[in-house]
C-alpha cells in the first residue's frame, strides 16, 4: 500500500502565511479485528438449555458462512488548507478547513440472529447458535470541520506575563456509502452491516463543535493556569432510540510554584465542577 503527501506553504506578507496540503493514508486490520472471538451463552425460562452467542473471528467458519470476506486495509485522503496572520509579534490567529474521507471502515456488524435476518436462520441453526458478529469493511465516510485558534501575550510589570490561547473546532462525519453486504444476509442486509447504533455512533457520537480557553499568569516565582472547556452536543442510543446529550462546560486550573530552576511543584485539578453528562 503507498501512501504520500504534498504540502504547499507560501507568504505573500510578512505577517501572512498560506498553507495547503493533501496526503492520503491507509490502516491495516488489527489482530483483534481479524482473529479474536469470544462466545457465550444465556438461560430461557422457557428452555432450560443454554443459548450461545458469539462475535467470531472472520475466518472463523460460522463468520463465513454469514457472507464474511478477508478484512482489506482501510484508505484515506486528508486535504486541509489554511492561513496563518500575525499582525504583532504577541498575537498569532490561525484557520484551518479540513476534509477528510475513510473507504473500506472497519466495524461489527449488527448481531445476526433469526429474527433480524431470517436468511440466517439455518446457518445458524446448524452452528447451533442463537446469533453472531463479526468485524467488516462497512462504509466509508467523509468527515469535515475548521480549526480556528488564537495566541495572546502581554508582558507586565515586575517580569510577569499574562497569555491567553483560544480555540474553536468543527468536525462533522456523515456516511458516505454502504459497502454492497453479502446476500447470505438476504434483502434488508444493510441494516444488518450498519444498524440504528453504530449510524449514531459514527455521524453522531462525538461532539461536533468545541472552545477553549486557556490563560496563564506567569512570575518568577509561580505560574497560575486557568484552562476554561466547552464540549458541544452528541448522541448515542439506548434500546434502539437515539438520546441526545447537552453542551457542557469544564473548568480547569493550575498552580505551580518554582522553587529554582531545577524544582518546581504543581497543584492542580481537572474538571473542579464535576461536570458530567446528562
Do not use: C
Not at 6 to 34: C, E, H, I, K, M
Not at 133 to 160: C, P
Amino acid at each position: 500500500t503507498f501512501s504520500g503527501k504534498l504540502a504547499l506553504r507560501f507568504r505573500p506578507t510578512d505577517t501572512l502565511l498560506l498553507r495547503a496540503s493533501l496526503n492520503t493514508g491507509f490502516r491495516a486490520p488489527s489482530l483483534t479485528q481479524s482473529h479474536f472471538s469470544y462466545t457465550g451463552s444465556y438461560r430461557n425460562s422457557a428452555d432450560p438449555a443454554p443459548t450461545l452467542w458469539g462475535n467470531f473471528a472472520v475466518d472463523h467458519p460460522v463468520s463465513r458462512a454469514l457472507g464474511a470476506k478477508d478484512l482489506k486495509v482501510e484508505k484515506s485522503t486528508h486535504f486541509a488548507m489554511g492561513l496563518v496572520f500575525e499582525p504583532a509579534a504577541n498575537l498569532t490567529a490561525s484557520v484551518d478547513g479540513f476534509i477528510t474521507d475513510i473507504n473500506d471502515r472497519i466495524m461489527p456488524t449488527a448481531y445476526i440472529s433469526a429474527d433480524s435476518v431470517p436468511t440466517a436462520k439455518s446457518t445458524l441453526k446448524q452452528y447451533d447458535i442463537d446469533g453472531a458478529v463479526y468485524f467488516t469493511n462497512a462504509i466509508k465516510t467523509r468527515t469535515h470541520g475548521v480549526d480556528l485558534r488564537l495566541d495572546y501575550s502581554h508582558e507586565l510589570k515586575q517580569g510577569a506575563t499574562l497569555k491567553f490561547r483560544s480555540g474553536y473546532q468543527y468536525s462533522k462525519t456523515r456516511i458516505q456509502s454502504i459497502n454492497p453486504p453479502s446476500t447470505v444476509l438476504g434483502n434488508n442486509a444493510e441494516n444488518v452491516v450498519l444498524d440504528s447504533f453504530s449510524r449514531v455512533l459514527v455521524e453522531q457520537g462525538q461532539p461536533a463543535h468545541r472552545f477553549n480557553l486557556r490563560s496563564t499568569y506567569s512570575t518568577r516565582s509561580y505560574d497560575l493556569m486557568f484552562n476554561l472547556n466547552r464540549f458541544g452536543a452528541y448522541a448515542s442510543t439506548l434500546d434502539h432510540y437515539k438520546v441526545g446529550f447537552a453542551a457542557k462546560w469544564t473548568l480547569d486550573a493550575e498552580l505551580a510554584y518554582h522553587f529554582d530552576q531545577s524544582l518546581t511543584v504543581a497543584l492542580g485539578g481537572v474538571n473542579l465542577f464535576d461536570t458530567e453528562p446528562d
